[in-house]
């Protein structure tokens, strides 16, 4: 009967793609105070990162859909979720980021919500993408 509130569901503008190729002077990354995040984008375990989010591209198009819905929808999707924090920086990120529980009424971006679209094969198939699906060892003495 516990769920989880989850915040940075974009992993802080990772999932957006703007540091698909480094680290743009105009973002968060590029301020002093973020330089953890600019080490962490930079890094090796960045650059795996942008890896797996090309492979994820696909499936985002399959559905219709951005990356950063897709992360949002894949978040609500998780069983143990209650609910997404998004930390968006203009109104224009907020309407995309809602696109994964709502019609697109923009008429741009996706046409229907994504969350419905979220199979156990598609989160299957993201999870394998992942590699860091959490593993629930049960303890049925209690």
Not at 52 to 66: F, H, M, Q, V, Y
Request: hydrophobic share 35%; proline share 5%.
């Amino acid at each position: 009967g516990v769920g989880a509130m989850t915040w940075s569901p974009l992993a802080c503008g990772i999932i957006s793609g703007k540091y698909g190729n480094g680290v743009p002077e105009s973002s968060r990354a590029a301020l002093k105070c973020y330089q953890w995040l600019k080490e962490k984008i930079i890094s090796e375990e960045g650059r795996k990162q942008q890896v797996k989010l090309k492979d994820l591209s696909p499936i985002a198009e399959r559905l219709g859909c951005t990356l950063p819905q897709l992360a949002v929808a894949w978040c609500l999707r998780n069983e143990g979720v209650s609910s997404v924090l998004l930390g968006s920086s203009n109104p224009e990120q907020l309407i995309e980021n809602l696109g994964a529980i709502q019609a697109s009424a923009s008429g741009g971006g996706t046409s229907a919500e994504v969350l419905p679209k979220m199979t156990s094969h598609i989160v299957n198939e993201i999870d394998n993408i992942l590699g860091n699906k959490p593993y629930s060892k049960k303890d049925y003495r209690s």
